[in-house]
């Protein structure tokens, strides 16, 4: 049976939320929602939209009719800042889709860019930045001592960053 009458049909639970999904985007979605309870210490979540690792949970019994609180302390894995949230452990929050892959490092340009090879697909990509601060320093003088060297790319919510590197064994002299 299928409802002509015109109304606005919402479900929902009794706590009000009114979710709407108007904007949902074809293609791999960038988060997906996951009970407050079912979070775990190492996994990812979403703190104040920024994508982080949960290095912090700690579960609190509220007052007689209250819900059970989740607090949670999360490290932005981008740029490593600490967020906190606390939520009832009945909700959902939302856990962003976080995808690692290995690339052979090609060549540093001057403006900071890394040339990076997947080697899946045999294509190159010039759009990711070397990261600042020590990690970059450290990729930078092992890449001008020729050393072979892949780079782990981190993305998530739209965002690609380098997060590791490591040498490659299989030199080919």
Excluded: W
């Amino acid at each position: 049976p299928t409802c002509t009458s015109g109304y606005n049909i919402t479900m929902s639970d009794d706590h009000g939320d009114h979710e709407t999904f108007e904007d949902a985007s074809s293609g791999a979605s960038k988060t997906y929602p996951m009970q407050c309870s079912a979070l775990r210490k190492n996994g990812h979540v979403l703190i104040k939209g920024k994508p982080c690792k949960i290095v912090e949970m700690s579960t609190s019994k509220t007052g007689k009719h209250g819900h059970a609180k989740v607090h949670m302390v999360g490290i932005d894995i981008f740029n490593g800042r600490k967020y906190e949230d606390i939520c009832p452990s009945t909700h959902n929050m939302m856990v962003p889709n976080v995808t690692r892959k290995e690339y052979s490092l090609l060549d540093i340009s001057d403006d900071g860019y890394v040339s990076i090879l997947d080697d899946d697909k045999n294509e190159t990509r010039d759009d990711i930045k070397l990261p600042a601060g020590d990690l970059g320093n450290e990729i930078k003088e092992k890449f001008e001592k020729d050393e072979a060297l892949k780079v782990t790319v981190l993305k998530s919510m739209g965002e690609e960053a380098i997060l590791a590197y490591k040498i490659e064994n299989d030199n080919k002299r």
